[in-house]
Nanobody
């Protein structure tokens, strides 16, 4: 069983930065595409960013240029560096693992991900 545990969320003022981490159990982390999704109150879970096993990256348009996804395969850890945060970035952020269908369509679809973390709250005040 794969376990994903997020950390790094918190309360930050608009314009500030946060770095989220996602620690993965298991020894095959490097073989999978990983993604970040977020869900704001009353809204559906939406795609934020993804990174393939060979470090191809994908971003939702509203976070391009502000967020950076990366991975450390030696540490089995996924990251999301979030800069220039806006109040509309407020949400619960979750990481997920996808069985390496690293097409633009597949990585943006939450239905293609098979393992999920419990999420970490990010709140951006205006």
């Amino acid at each position: 069983q794969v376990r994903l545990v997020e950390s790094g969320g918190g309360l930050v003022q608009a314009g500030g930065s946060l770095r989220l981490s996602c620690a993965s159990s298991g020894r095959t982390f490097s073989s999978y595409t990983m993604g970040w999704f977020r869900q704001a109150p009353g809204k559906e879970r939406e795609f934020v960013a993804a990174i393939s096993w060979n470090s191809l990256t994908f971003y939702e348009d509203s976070v391009k240029g502000r967020f950076t996804i990366s991975r450390d395969n030696a540490q089995n850890t996924l990251y999301l560096q979030m800069n220039s945060l806006k109040p509309e970035d407020t949400a619960v952020y979750s990481c997920a693992r996808q069985p390496n269908v690293a097409t633009d369509f597949a990585v943006r679809s939450r239905n293609s991900y098979t393992y999920w973390g419990q999420g970490t709250q990010v709140t951006v005040s205006s």
